[in-house]
């Protein structure tokens, strides 16, 4: 006996809604199961809901798209910095610069190396350190530090921290749409049982396959118990699956790409 089963994903949530939404359109008041009442609550509820979506979405999609950018300017950014405390510490070694211009960088001469930078706070850190050490050593009458210079290292490590703050801001809009949705979650599940509850209620007097039938019609979904589906409700059953969980699915994927991205 296939049991009602109210939404699980948004993508369902908002279908839900929209079927009933769109009877109420296509239909007259006489003709539908459920209350007006009912539907302005929708109305009310469901485009706010669908905008948190469609932005969350839109905000995970761009942070995605921008991910190989993001992943590159981080890469020349390090290369960069890298360079800079070689050829730093080798001009040390050389005696064309004293080992006291490490302090001017944040260094020690037992400390100065260069860095693995594991993650980005670190090259932020060094990076920004590297630009002021450098800036103020030749304000104290030394000679620039050349290939490359700190101009060039500035460039490429300027471009790493628009790029950084950008993607912070897409993060934050997804993390901030993300609450959001949560927050109305709780609330679009109560009108969708109500909602249904009035749907049964109106056909209830009919046999249980053709209320279950009828009230289909109007987006009450139904499944049926592990080994109580016939073969051609199975088919049909996973087909519709199939088409429900592409929204999640692609989302999941995009989630996954973005364990690469950045740490705040």
Known sequence: MPYRRLPNTDTKRLRAMKIALDKAEELPVFKLPFSMGIIQRIKTLN??????????????????????????????????????????????????????????????????????????????????????????????????????????????????????????????????????ISVLRPEVDKIIQLLWNEIESHFSKLPDDEKREMSSIFGVEYVFRRGERPEEETDKENTKQEEEVIDDNNQKEDDSQLQYSISF
């Open 47 to 180: 485009p706010n809901f669908e905008k948190h979506i469609i932005l969350q979405r839109e905000s995970l999609k761009l942070q995605v798209e921008k991910q190989k950018e993001y992943s590159d300017l981080y890469k020349k950014a390090k290369t960069y910095v890298s360079h800079f405390i070689q050829v730093m510490s080798m001009a040390v070694i050389r005696r064309e610069l004293r080992p006291d211009i490490y302090k001017f960088y944040g260094f020690t001469k037992q400390t100065v190396k260069v860095p693995s930078f594991k993650n980005e706070n670190e090259l932020l850190e060094i990076g920004h350190n590297l630009i002021a050490g450098e800036k103020e050593r030749m304000l104290h009458g030394g000679n620039p530090i050349t290939n490359p210079t700190i101009a060039l290292v500035n460039v490429h490590f300027e471009k790493f921290v628009s790029t950084r703050r950008y993607q912070k801001q897409l993060q934050e809009n997804y993390q901030r749409c993300t609450n959001d």
